[in-house]
């Protein structure tokens, strides 16, 4: 199945862009995490291959000529072409890492479409301390604060996975004091501060994003397993709370299977799809062994270029295409089942999931 734009999708995990135009260091550093990137990379292949067409050039253009053109054009003219051929009616855009780069307003003008904020709790509780200090005090202001922040967003989201690593202890209560920390890595604090993020969520019927899987140097990749949240999707199953375990890369199977066996998890291949290359076909195929269809979503996770949030959407589409013909030539599936794969993966899950303009927020049955 050839899946073109007209399946629009919803992008349920994506961050701004980088608001300035850059030179080859400068892009290359953001093909990567840690700003490590190549374009001697299955991803720099990749935005040969598939954006040098959106810049009217031909597929596999250089790097040096693609960056020229890129230049030519400036950056918001790159940005609009490749976010708007994208084919996303919907945007939730994590504000947590603002440096450099577009804010939700110029990000909405840019790329078209709907957006929504999802709000990154670690951000706001450590705003917070750098307002108050680390007295008592500020348990209550932090838990205004995410209140406050939630009530316009479409979604809470926690780096956990980058503190002290998914295997938090759970705990409704702060601990007696509060570290006054730039960055916050205190288990108990962070601990309190997702169970803080888990019941307000549910509380509001909003998602709450987990970071899980492939990310910056900074993680330590062994503490951040989806299966070490065994215990708090567990504690969090009846309470009418939404898990979306993004990333998950190479944990994918570990995630599937708790999107299995715990009905309130969802989970995306966000990151993972533009750099594996041609593994993106097996990436979607192992999540789409256990995970039942209702709960895998769709993201890009681009973040600083708009190349990445164009082929998160373009490598998406091509690999879930080229998996359904598998699937169909095995007799797996119908066309017409197929159809309706796509269009739940695409943007159906999320449209139940998080709260869009035009619908009401209102917290979901227990
Ligand atoms: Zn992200």
């Known amino acids: 199945m ?29 093909l990567g995490e840690g700003r490590r990137g190549s374009f001697d990379s299955a991803l720099g292949l990749a935005v040969r291959r598939w954006c040098a067409p959106v810049l009217d050039l031909p597929p596999h253009t250089g790097a040096d000529a693609y960056l020229a053109r890129r230049a030519d054009l400036g950056w918001r003219e790159v940005t609009a072409r490749l976010l708007g051929a994208a084919g996303t009616a919907r945007w939730l855009v994590d504000t947590g890492l603002p440096d450099g780069l577009t804010g939700l307003t110029e990000f909405g003008e840019l790329a078209g479409g709907e957006t929504g904020e999802i709000v990154r709790l670690e951000q706001v509780a450590e705003q917070v ?20 922040r939630a009530a316009g967003a479409a979604g809470l989201k926690t780096v956990v996975a980058y503190r002290t690593g998914l295997d938090f202890p759970l705990t409704d209560t702060p601990p007696p004091t509060l570290a006054p920390e730039h960055r916050l890595s205190d288990p108990a604090t962070l601990g309190w501060l997702v169970g803080l993020g888990a019941r307000l969520c549910a509380e509001l019927g909003l998602p709450l994003q987990i970071h899980t899987g492939f990310g ?96 998160g959407a373009a490598l998406w589409r091509d690999a879930l295409g080229k998996l359904l013909d598998e699937w169909l030539a095995d007799d797996v599936i119908t066309t017409a089942d197929a159809e309706n794969l796509v269009s739940t993966l695409a943007h159906g899950n999320a449209a139940r999931d998080y709260p869009f303009s035009g619908t009401s927020r209102k917290p979901k049955p227990r």
Not at 14 to 30: I, K, N, S
Not at 129 to 148: L, P
Not at 286 to 309: I, K, N, Q, T
């Open 2 to 30: 050839t899946l073109t734009g007209d399946v629009t999708l919803t992008d349920h995990h994506c961050h701004g862009v980088t608001a300035a135009d850059l030179d080859r260091p400068g892009f290359e550093a953001l």
């Open 129 to 148: 301390v750098a307002e108050v200090g680390g007295t008592a005090k500020a348990f209550d202001r932090i838990e205004a604060a995410v209140r406050e």
């Open 216 to 311: 910056d140097p900074d993680l330590r990749l062994q503490h951040a397993d989806p299966l070490l949240l065994t215990d708090f999707l567990r504690a969090t199953a009846h309470t009418g709370l939404t898990v979306v375990l993004l990333h998950c890369w190479p944990f994918h199977r570990n995630a599937a299977y708790l999107a299995h066996v715990f009905e309130h998890v969802r989970m995306d291949l966000g990151l993972a799809i533009p750099h594996v290359g041609r593994g993106a076909r097996t990436l979607l195929a192992e999540a789409l062994e256990l995970a039942p269809f209702r709960s895998v979503l769709y993201s890009s996770d681009g973040y600083g270029l708009p190349e990445l949030h164009y082929l």
